[in-house]
């Protein structure tokens, strides 16, 4: 059996498409919809993501700019640009990129920026909205996961979807939004975390799974049941011989899962590029609401 390969590249590629319209009615309106990222110490994956969002964001003629700060910088200091950026009208969005190093209170850090410009939809008054199915800003990846199957057309609605890992980036809001009641939703959602014991019981009940815990190959085709669709979340580095020493994996074993499962998100080129464009999406949206 072929296994559909679910393309986050083709889908943000209409994304981006579509938003051409929006952007260019802010610009007739002299607004430049504006991203302002945080980013703290040397995670060299978070230096790559923060610049492929704003690299992004320039190649589509919009306004971005990294505040960058090295490890030993205070939570007070953090804090203060936050305030800053919060009251500054050429950003419409504020993006702290995660992990924080140790002695930053992520939460803290988080809670002070305006909800209005919070386009991760980390901020609890976001988060809490999303819960009570009223979603305001919707977390990038699981928003950019949501936009891949309605393209595809896999109607979650009626079917058992399972969640491996419980983050508060990925697995615990896809979890709210695939039970949610709405198109292309109403999930029943099981959510399967480092303290669930055989995991692989619950993932071979599943018609979705979605791979959200950042281990290498964890789930292979003997895990799941015949066609089974296959959201991989992961992007994981593994030492190779090749120049630049690593390759790219995901959380799901890709040959066993080929020929099994009915349609998968290759890594990379699956989810990764859905999470900037639903960044960009938040932010031309979050511009969109300052004129009102
Ligand atoms: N770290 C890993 N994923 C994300 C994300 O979507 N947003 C931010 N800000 N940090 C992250």
Known sequence: MDTQILSGKEVSNAVYEALKNRIEALKSQSIIPGLAAVLVGEDPASQVYVRSKTKKFASLGLHSETITYSTDITQDEILAKIRELNNNVLYHGILVQLPLPGHIESETVLNAVDPKKDVDGFHPYNLGCL?????????????????????????????????????????????????????????????????????????????????????????????????????DVGINRIDDDSERGYKLVGDGEVASLLGKASALTPVPGGVGPMTIAMLVENTVEAAERSLH
Request: proline content about 5%; some cysteine; overall charge positive.
């Open 131 to 231: 819960t009570a199915g009223k979603p305001t800003f919707i977390p990038c990846t699981p928003k950019g996961i949501m936009r891949i199957l309605e393209h595809y057309k896999i109607d979650l609605s009626t079917k058992h979807v399972v969640v491996v890992g419980r983050s508060n980036i990925v697995g615990r809001p896809i979890s709210i939004l695939t039970n949610l009641k709405q198109k292309f939703s109403n999930a029943t959602t099981t959510v399967c975390h480092s303290g669930t014991k055989n995991i692989n019981q619950f993932t071979h009940q599943a018609d979705v799974v979605i791979l959200a815990l950042g281990s290498p190959e964890f789930l292979n085709g003997n895990d799941i049941k015949d066609r089974a669709v296959i959201i």
